[in-house]
Every structure is written in structure tokens, then in C-alpha cells.
């Protein structure tokens, strides 16, 4: 669906770095770390807000 390669998500770019015949592991496992980073610090941010509305959606009654 995409016309060229600077439009890619980064998912899309590591998924390209598999090759038939030769795979850098070690490449494709630092930029899938390097990608969940900013996952991890928006977690670490909302952390209080997302557990609020895990708990309030536990009450009954």
C-alpha cells in the first residue's frame, strides 16, 4: 500500500530487515527496543490514570 519507504511505521521497517537468506537478529532486536520505548514511557506517565480505571471498573454495586 505504500508508495515508498520513508512513509513505513516502524514495525513495518524492522518486518523489512528479515531476509531469505540472512537475518541480523542482533538489528532487529535493538530496533524493536528502540521502538517500545516511547509505549513504555506513555505507560509510566498515565501508570495512575490506568490503573484508576481498572479499579473503578472492578467495583460492583
Given at each position: 500500500m505504500l508508495s515508498s519507504t520513508q512513509n513505513q511505521t516502524i514495525s513495518l521497517?524492522?518486518?523489512t530487515m528479515q531476509g531469505e537468506n540472512s537475518t541480523d537478529f542482533?538489528?532487529?532486536m535493538a530496533g524493536s527496543a528502540l521502538a517500545?520505548?516511547?509505549i513504555i514511557i506513555v505507560f509510566?506517565?498515565?501508570q495512575k490514570y490506568f490503573t484508576k480505571g481498572i479499579?473503578?471498573?472492578a467495583v460492583k454495586g
Amino acid at each position: 500500500m505504500l508508495s515508498s519507504t520513508q512513509n513505513q511505521t516502524i514495525s513495518l521497517g524492522i518486518a523489512t530487515m528479515q531476509g531469505e537468506n540472512s537475518t541480523d537478529f542482533g538489528l532487529i532486536m535493538a530496533g524493536s527496543a528502540l521502538a517500545s520505548v516511547p509505549i513504555i514511557i506513555v505507560f509510566i506517565i498515565f501508570q495512575k490514570y490506568f490503573t484508576k480505571g481498572i479499579t473503578m471498573g472492578a467495583v460492583k454495586g
